[in-house]
Each structure stands twice: as C-alpha cells, then as structure tokens.
C-alpha cells in the first residue's frame, strides 16, 4: 500500500514536470505567434508581453509580409516540389533498390555502395558544380530541380528499399515469372505491393528533407521560384534592419502547414523516424 | 531470373541512376578536380596545383571555424543524447498523458533550420534585452543560441528512437535483474544502457553528423556573426564561393577537406560504438 501510493505521488510529479517541460517546448512558437500580431516597432523592445492597444496591429504584418515574398507563391512551389520529389523519389529508388538487389553484378554492387557512400557527403561538396550543371541542362525550374531532389535522395531510398528487398524470399518472384509474369508486372503487381511499410518511411523522411531544404532551391531556382524557407530568409534582405513584423507572421505561416501535416500524419512520422534509424 | 530484369534496365535502373549521376556523381567528381584548379565558372579552370588548398590556411577563418564547429559538435551530442535519453526514461514509466508528451517534444523537429533560426533569434534577442545586448553582440551568445535551438529540435527525434529501443529490452531481461535485488542504478548500468546501443549508436550519428554540417540554423541565427566569429563550418565554404569572386577554388578545396574530415568521423564513429554493441 505504501508502496503504491508512493508510486502514485512520484508519477504526480512527473506529470507536473512534464507539463512544465511541454510548456516550455511550445512557448518559443507562442511566442511568435503572439508577436506576429504586434506592430513591428514593439517585438523588439517588449518581445514577451501580450499585444495591448498601443502595439496591436492585427493582420498588418501578415498582409505586409505576404506581399513583400509572395508567401502563396512560394508555398505554392514547395507544395508542388515536395509532392512531386517525394512521390519520385518513392518510386524512382524502389525500382533501383529492386534491380540493384535481384541482378548481382560487379556494377551493381558498386553502384549500391556509392549510392550508400552519397549519404555521407556534405551538400558543400558539390553545391557549386551541381548548381552549374542544373543550369547547363536547364534544370533550374520547379520541374527540373525534381530530377536533383531524385538524385540527391536515391542514396537514403535506395539503402532502405534494399534492406527491406533483402529480406523478402526472392521465391515469391520466381513463381510469378514461372507463371509467366514478366519483370515489369511481377515488381508492380508481386513486390510493390509489399514495400508499402517501407514506402511510408521513405516519403516521411524524403518530405521533412524538401519541404524544409534551403541551399538546393536557393541556389538552383531561387531567384525566380522562391520556396518557403528562401522566401523567408529574403526578408533579412540586403541591409538594415529586417521588419521583425512581417518575419513573424511569416514565420507562423510557414509553420502552420507542417503542423497540419504532423497532426494528421504523426502516427506515421514517428514511426517512419525509428524505422529510418532502426535501418541507418 | 537475373538475365530477365537486367533486360530491363533503362526502366528500372537507369531512372534512378541518371538523376544520381546529374545531382552527385558528376558534380562530385567535378568538385574533387576543380579543386586543383583556379576557376570561376565550371569550364574556364587553369591548373594551380595545390595553391587552392594551400590558400585556405592564408588566413584563420577556416580553422576558427572548424574549431568553432568541434565545439558545438561536442556540447550539442552530449546535451542532445543526455537530454533524450532521460526523456525516453520518463516516458517509458507508464505515466499519464505519454503520448502527448511524445506529440509535444517531437514537434520542434518538424520545423525547417531556417524558420527555427529565426524564432529563436527573437527569444534570445529577447532574453538578453535587459543586458543591452543582441545575440551578436559576443560570440558566446551565437554559440549558447545554436546549441539551445539545437536541443529543442532534436531532442524529441533522438527521444523517439531512444523510446524504441527501451520498448525493445526483453521484459524477463529487467525481471531477472529485478529479482536478482539489481538497484536501478544498476539497472541502468548494466541492463538498460547495454541494451540500447544500437539506438545509442545511431542517435551520436545523428546529432554528430548533424552537427558537423549544419548550416541553415547557424545562416538564420546569427549569420556567422559578429565578425565571423560564430561561423560554422558549411557556412564558411559557402561564403568562400559566394562571398567574393576569385575564391571559387579555395571554395573547393575546403569542401574537399570538410568532405573528407566528415567522412572520417562518421566512419570512426560508427566503428567505435558498433563494436560495444552487445548481441541480443
């Protein structure tokens, strides 16, 4: 009994401590939210006091901020970016992890192992000579920087479609084509079908990955097709001050649609995070 | 088998291999000969030897920021792991409203580097208004900032992973020690800790390798500043490229080196923690 109740005060304890850990967790984002809707003269002096009716701007700085960097312009680009990288990437490096798993070549083998090797570099490396050649193939439009994400995100794909193809018995394929099914049909219809799992955590990662990327847009499409991240460090600007107003509102713009996506997704972003680094 | 999908290749393969080839292969392989070159566009390069490597040690912004980058990486792996380790603790001991805990302290990862440099400019900024003083008044406040923001982002990532593992442990493995009179310091010793190395693995490889090429929050929060003195790494390849012309090359050469030294530590790394893993 003693025991118990014991039990019962510590787990009381934790639970207000939790609580006060989970407050603090979320009080730089109310912060922002709170400053967006003050004038942008008082953010900087009285950054943690509510707004009042001399610092209260109401929508200002969210309707000056969305023109100064045409925020649905750019969400309109990420938005489109990231569905269509993500949705490539998924099924460009699941049929390379396929082929790289089932046809055991020298090339093959060498092929996975720089894929792997990829994962590891900085994006330094090659910033400046991809940004080049994107612009030599004319890759540098919201369609073509599909095909650099593809690239830049067949190492991870790849790496986890073949760890998952591995373990699946290769007899399952060989029956089908037996029965006449050729590769094109058994992949779609046979093995597709059973990477679904793995799928999700690689559309979860591959999403988090280009919906929040700053150097790849900015340096291939970002003057003309400004994505958010881009869109929100060109408020810094060149010099002088940077209206804070607007930064605010901005910023709780560019937040709202991620937090949308992890309410409703949560279950499976969790998930596809342990599953990511069970596997890396 | 084999012989039948390597006829079809150019469906499966060469997608995926292309787009590789395009946003890494060549770029990188690019990168590596440049760097003995002096260039400022991809084709005008004239042969120099190792000038370029040799030029980047000219001045001490290189290795001010490689040390300034040990540094973070150091402080931010062991606050991050401690931090998310005792998390997941907390959250294992079946106490109220967990999974919320989960959402809450999970969240902050979902938020791209850009927009969490940002926000926490203003809460430091904030912070250190009564002191008179911005986050670039002294690069002890830059550090201190990059290191807080960094928590708050992974924190919640490395904690989910941890969760995982600490769900994974056998329960007649903590029963057997409970009954053998272990206290929970040694079960934390010799039970817990061991139990969860792969997890303690990949989780120093997350925070290590992402500490070492960070770039987006450390643009967004102080922009390297004052001076450069709170200039990471990454940042101060890309200002090398970009920030004056004629520097291409030297550009180059330190993304060679950052190339190589990242290589080296995750290799090291992974070597070091695989081999305390323990087989289940």
New interface residues.
């Given amino acids: 009994m003693s025991i118990r109740s014991e039990n019962k005060r510590t787990?009381t304890l934790?639970?207000i401590?939790?609580?006060a850990?989970?407050i603090l967790?979320?009080s730089?984002?109310l912060?922002?939210l709170v400053?967006s809707f003050k004038s942008k003269l008082f953010?900087?002096?009285q950054?943690?006091s509510f707004p009042n009716p001399d610092t209260f701007a109401g929508g200002e700085n969210y309707v000056i901020g969305s023109q100064k960097i045409k925020f649905f312009n750019a969400f309109g680009y990420s938005l489109f970016i990231t569905v269509f990288a993500v949705i490539g990437i998924s099924l460009?490096?699941s049929?390379?992890a396929?082929?790289?798993t089932?046809?055991?070549t020298k090339f093959?083998s060498f092929?996975y192992y720089?894929?792997v090797f990829?994962m590891?570099?900085?994006?330094?490396?090659?910033?400046?000579?991809?940004s080049?050649?994107?612009n030599m193939?004319r890759?540098d439009n919201p369609i073509g920087i599909i095909?650099?994400?593809?690239?830049?995100g067949?190492?991870l794909g790849?790496f986890m479609f073949c760890g998952f193809i591995k373990s699946i018995p290769?007899s399952l394929?060989?029956a089908a084509?037996i029965d006449g099914a050729?590769?094109?049909k058994t992949?779609f219809l046979i093995v597709y079908p059973m990477l679904k799992s793995t799928a999700i955590t690689v559309a979860i990662l591959n999403t988090?990955w280009v919906?929040?990327?700053?150097?790849l847009p900015y340096l291939t499409i970002g003057t003309e097709y400004k994505t958010?991240?881009v869109a929100?460090?060109y408020l810094r600007g060149g010099y002088g001050a940077v209206d804070?107003g607007a930064?605010?509102a901005m910023?709780v713009l560019?937040?709202i649609p991620?937090?949308l996506?992890?309410l409703f997704a949560?279950k499976y972003?969790?998930r596809g995070?342990?599953a990511g680094?069970?596997k890396? | 088998m084999q012989k039948s999908i390597q006829k079809y290749f150019v469906l499966f393969a060469l997608p995926g291999l292309l787009c590789f080839a395009i946003a890494f292969l060549v770029p990188m392989v690019m990168g590596v000969v440049l760097s003995f070159f002096k260039f400022s566009t991809v084709t005008d390069g004239t042969f120099i030897g190792l000038e370029n490597y040799r030029r980047i040690f000219i001045n001490d912004d290189f290795t001010s920021a490689l040390w300034f980058t040990v540094q973070f990486t150091i402080v931010s792996v062991i606050t991050i792991n401690m931090g998310a380790f005792f998390l997941s603790l907390l959250l294992t001991r079946e106490v109220k409203g967990t999974n919320l805990f989960r959402t809450i302290f999970f969240m902050p990862n979902l938020i791209g580097g850009i927009v969490l440099g940002w926000i926490w400019q203003v809460i430091i900024n904030g912070v250190l208004l009564k002191s008179g003083v911005t986050i670039v008044s002294d690069p002890k406040y830059g550090f201190w900032g990059l290191i807080v923001l960094m928590n708050w982002q992974n924190i919640g990532y490395m904690m989910v992973i941890y969760i995982a593992g600490i769900q994974n442990i056998p329960h007649d493995l903590i029963e057997a020690a409970q009954i053998d009179g272990a206290g929970k310091l040694t079960m934390l010793k010799s039970v817990i800790l061991p139990s969860i190395m792969p997890a303690i693995t990949i989780c120093s490889f997350l925070t290590l390798t992402n500490g070492f090429k960070l770039f987006d929050q450390n643009l967004a929060l102080t922009a390297g500043d004052p001076g450069k003195q709170t200039e990471m790494l990454a940042l101060n390849i890309f200002n090398t490229f970009y920030g004056r012309s004629g520097f291409e090359g030297v550009g180059q050469a330190k993304a060679v080196l950052f190339t190589i030294l990242v290589a080296i530590i995750a290799l090291t790394q992974l070597r070091l923690t695989r081999s305390k893993e323990v087989e289940a």
């Fill in positions: 787990n934790l639970v401590f939790l609580s850990l989970a967790f979320l730089p984002i912060v922002v400053n953010i900087s002096s950054p943690f460009v490096t049929m390379l396929w082929y790289l089932r046809v055991k093959t092929a720089l894929l990829s590891i570099v900085p994006f330094q490396m090659v910033m400046f000579t991809m080049k050649t994107a193939l890759l095909v650099l994400y593809i690239g830049f067949a190492g790849t290769i394929e060989e084509m050729g590769p094109v992949f988090m919906w929040n990327d700053y150097l958010i991240p929100i460090q804070m930064m605010m910023l560019a937040m991620i937090i996506f992890y949560q972003i969790i995070v342990v680094a069970v890396g």
